[in-house]
């Protein structure tokens, strides 16, 4: 939770310049002196973002709650009810769990959406809202609480909150089909941590791969402190530690498409029967997916969010400076660089490198920081 945290204020810049090759340059000038770095630009793919007008966050000083963005709106409290957003209904509409009993179809009230930053995402899964229920016995809802956490992703140029108010963020890569990217697992943890959540890494599918070769993967989790768990939706290995792990926590799960996101879900709890990208028996044709954010609360306490799959993550307003802060083994290190500002890139007497070369800081994970930062200069990497 993050009663107090530092103030974030975007603002915009427009860009114009070539930054694919700059960011490429970048990412290899850093490298070059560090050992058994695998050729870059196959391990993953790299795609520009064109010349857009981007934004960056500045962090302003000043305590201030998560979400500056939903101003305080007096409701009249006392015929009105109190829920939480379970999945949203195109623009203006959503489902909400009360906090009493019962699921109720609301809209979401004018001013309430105009008052949004982003009126389009008014109300997100995971919003806690203070509602009014009208004569029809749909919702209205009034007031949109501020959210504590926010997961979020870029959409074109904008801002878009996949889930709020939870706190763990359930990272769920596969062994294999979908093939496991390491660069992948990092930058869900830079969002998860950028967010506020707590990122958990669960590797899915391990039916289909010999887990002792996963073992170099987990490791460098495991030192990291971040709970790792071995997965697989279909022999229920790593169900049960999941299960504690999600008990009577708020959690979302987050990862590419095709994972196994829902899947596990549906083998933690049966007899939700969520949709997955099974080819639909019947009729033989029809990729049934996960297509909205929901929030599922779960039969030992606490919920999950299933989210849909993100076929390319961006990353919403890093400003280089910042990465590192996400990189948590990088702390020990970044204060004893000879510049304040060392972005440990190809700076002279940095320790982060030093670290890297001494083998206390992994490579692949150096390797992530480093395209993390050549992304803010420009491009955009899967
Ligand atoms: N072999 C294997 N396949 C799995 C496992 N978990 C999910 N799948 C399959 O992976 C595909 C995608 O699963 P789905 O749950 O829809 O992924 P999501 O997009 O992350 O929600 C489906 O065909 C699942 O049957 C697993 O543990 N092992
Ligand atoms: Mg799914
Ligand atoms: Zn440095």
Redesign the pocket.
């Given at each position: 939770m993050s009663g107090k945290r530092k103030r974030k204020v975007r603002v915009a810049f427009s860009k114009n310049r070539t930054k694919r090759t700059r960011s490429q340059d970048l990412t290899r000038r850093a490298l070059r002196d560090i050992e058994s770095v695998e050729d870059l630009t196959t391990e993953e793919r790299v795609s520009g973002k064109g010349d857009l007008t981007r934004r960056r966050t500045v962090i302003a000083s000043g305590d201030s709650t998560a979400d500056t963005d939903q101003p305080v709106i007096d409701v009249d409290e006392t015929e009105c009810r109190r829920g939480r957003v379970l999945y949203v209904i195109g623009a203006n509409r959503c489902r909400v769990r009360m906090d009493e009993t019962g699921e109720i179809d609301c809209t979401v009230r004018r001013r309430v959406r105009t008052m949004a930053r982003d009126a389009r995402n008014a109300v997100v899964a995971g919003d806690r809202v203070t509602l009014r229920i009208v004569d029809d016995g749909s919702g209205v809802i009034e007031r949109v609480e501020s959210r504590t956490t926010a997961l979020s992703r870029v959409s074109g140029r904008r801002e878009h909150v996949i889930a709020a108010n939870v706190d763990l963020a359930v990272i769920?890569v596969s062994a294999a089909d979908p093939p496991l990217k390491p660069g992948l697992i990092d930058r869900f943890i830079v969002s998860a941590e950028q967010g506020d959540l707590k990122p958990v890494v669960c590797i899915?599918?391990v039916?289909?791969d010999d887990p002792v070769r996963l073992q170099p993967i987990v490791g460098t989790y495991a030192r990291l402190g971040y709970h790792v768990v071995l997965a697989?939706?279909?022999t229920r290995r790593g169900l049960s530690r999941l299960k504690q792990i999600l008990c009577g926590r708020q959690a979302v799960l987050t990862?590419q498409?095709?994972?196994?996101?829902?899947?596990l879900l549906n083998a933690l709890q049966p007899e939700l029967r969520r949709r997955?990208?099974?080819v639909s028996a019947d009729s033989g044709k029809g990729r049934h997916?996960?297509r909205v954010a929901e929030m599922i609360p779960l039969a030992t306490g606490g919920a999950v969010v299933d989210t849909p799959?993100i076929r390319q993550l961006e990353l919403w307003d890093v400003e280089a400076g910042e990465v590192e802060a996400y990189f948590r083994e990088f702390r020990p290190f970044v204060a004893r660089c000879r510049y304040p500002s060392c972005l440990h890139l190809h700076e002279t007497e940095c320790a982060v490198r030093d670290a890297v070369r001494d083998g206390s800081i992994s490579v692949s994970r150096y390797t992530s920081y480093v395209r993390i930062i050549g992304d803010e200069d420009g491009a955009t990497g899967e």
């Open positions: 769920v899915n599918k039916d289909l697989s939706a279909a990862g498409s095709g994972v196994g996101k829902t899947s997955t990208r099974e997916t996960t799959g």
